[in-house]
């Protein structure tokens, strides 16, 4: 998981710009660490990026926490990358501040840990290297890419997949997989438009979205770009899904409103994009669908959402579409709501808390729904300070999950990296007889 922060540096602190960057240098035979910072570098570059500098290789014991210091320039995006040689399995990476203060983490079960950070101004910074299992050579990479989509994706690069998510170490009761993502069941390469599409909203439907209107779709060469009318109404919410079948390597898609003006735009490199549009007047809207990469056929539909009765009429259509989705997930899991959720606003780089009561032998979700350009991250703190739990992922939709054995009163706290955005947050719990 590639995870994100991007606030001020503590006030203070000294700050130096980074060094120029040397040319990579290719690996030497056999150095497969060495191979593995070469596809970061070639990947970041394909993006319009590049490695920083030539990182230095330290050896790690298991349970070790290494700090390496790191002077970043300001206004521009940084991916710091862990990579642990083949001896080590699991390797976890901390961005803190030089006063100590933590920024983000990386501590799912891989050995490629990685977080994004976007500095306002010139900083210094360190990040904690920590070998969880296995032993060996590590080495910590700064990429630095463009602001914006398309996102780097760690493991693509590296050609390795990911072992099975689970909650950060040190979070009480057993580790608990988050909400199953978007767009995450596989789908054969063979497999046509149509059957892609159905595969692509069958999530969707399984958490509250009903099929409106009939299945389009047209063939495209690469580069090129169809326009579809779609009807919608007023006051309600809709997701339109897009996919390609074969030979279709990256599809994007945007809406466009009845006076032309862009509400939604999916620009990731993939072939089954998404959006999601609650328009407060209804009418005919169109949808372009571009052949980024590839050639063939694609399909797409327009789902609406059954409900929004989770989430106060009062907060903003795209808000209460992000936690009825949330909502959704969560309840096919098991989960129901606590109580009704709470509400805030943020501005950049602000911060604010909510005090939660857990009881005991109970596994909860707390999860937070921001507005479309946020980039919400939730933090749950215990009672002793202690951290229970993160998501700092680069979306507006945080979930943590965790159990509590005891009576726990614990600090929510939300904070926002980027524009000001309205927020809703609530507490689903499990049945007690779970655990």
């Given amino acids: 998981m590639l995870l994100h922060a991007c606030c001020p540096p503590r006030r203070?602190?000294?700050?130096?710009?980074?060094?120029?960057?040397?040319?990579?240098?290719?690996?030497?035979?056999?150095?497969?660490?060495?191979?593995?910072?070469?596809r970061l570098a070639d990947a970041a570059l394909g993006l319009g990026g590049s490695l920083v500098r030539t990182p230095e290789r330290t050896l790690l014991t298991e349970g070790e926490h290494r700090p390496v210091p790191v002077a970043l320039a300001g206004g521009r995006c940084h991916i710091l990358v862990g990579l642990g040689a083949p001896s080590i399995t699991d390797l976890d990476l901390a961005l803190h501040e030089l006063g100590?203060?933590?920024?983000?983490?990386?501590?799912?079960?891989?050995?490629?840990?990685?977080?994004?950070?976007?500095?306002?101004?010139?900083?210094?910074?360190?990040?904690?290297?920590?070998?969880?299992?296995?032993?060996?050579?590590?080495?910590?990479?700064?990429?630095?890419?463009p602001r914006g989509p398309p996102r780097l994706d760690i493991a693509a690069a590296l050609g390795e997949e990911r072992p099975p998510q689970g909650q950060p170490p040190g979070a009480p009761g057993p580790r608990v997989a988050p909400p199953a993502p978007e767009n995450d069941e596989p789908i054969p390469t063979t497999a046509s438009a149509?059957?892609?599409?159905?595969?692509?909203?069958?999530?969707?439907?399984?958490?509250g979205y009903v099929p409106f209107g009939e299945v389009g779709g047209g063939s495209l060469a690469e580069g090129a770009t169809a326009s579809h009318d779609v009807v919608l109404s007023g006051g309600a919410c809709y997701a339109l899904i897009a996919a390609g079948g074969p030979g279709v390597v990256d599809l994007d898609t945007r809406v466009l409103g009845p006076t032309g003006g862009e509400l939604a735009r999916?620009?990731?490199?993939?072939?089954r994009p998404r959006l999601r549009v609650c328009p407060r007047a209804g009418g005919q809207f169109r949808l372009e669908v571009r052949m980024f990469a590839g050639t063939g056929r694609y399909a797409y539909r327009a789902l609406l959402l059954s409900s929004l009765e989770d989430v106060s009429a009062s907060l903003p259509s795209a808000i209460r579409q992000r936690f009825a989705e949330l909502s959704g997930r969560l309840r096919r899991r098991g989960f129901s709501p606590v109580e009704p959720p709470s509400r805030g606003a943020l501005n950049f780089a602000s911060r604010q808390s909510h005090v939660l009561e857990l009881q005991p032998d109970r596994c909860y979700a707390v999860a937070a729904a921001g507005g479309t350009e946020g980039d919400l991250d939730l933090h749950l703190w215990g009672p002793d300070g202690s951290s229970l739990g993160s998501d700092t992922g680069e979306d507006s939709t945080p979930v943590v999950m965790l159990c509590a054995e005891e009576h726990l009163r614990i600090d929510a706290e939300v904070?926002?990296?980027r524009a000001r955005s309205e927020y809703v947050i609530g507490v689903f719990a499990s049945p007690g007889e779970d655990r």
Wanted: glycine share 6%.
């Fill in 194 to 207: 149509e059957q892609s599409l159905a595969a692509s909203v069958r999530d969707l439907l399984e958490i």
């Fill in 100 to 145: 100590g203060m933590q920024l983000a983490e990386d501590s799912e079960r891989d050995a490629f840990p990685s977080v994004r950070f976007c500095p306002p101004r010139d900083t210094d910074v360190f990040v904690v290297l920590t070998s969880y299992q296995g032993a060996g050579e590590a080495l910590l990479a700064d990429l630095e890419v």
């Fill in 266 to 271: 999916d620009a990731a490199s993939d072939p």
């Fill in 415 to 417: 904070r926002l990296y």
């Fill in 12 to 38: 203070g602190a000294p700050s130096t710009p980074a060094p120029p960057r040397p040319a990579r240098a290719l690996p030497e035979p056999g150095d497969r660490l060495g191979v593995r910072l070469a």
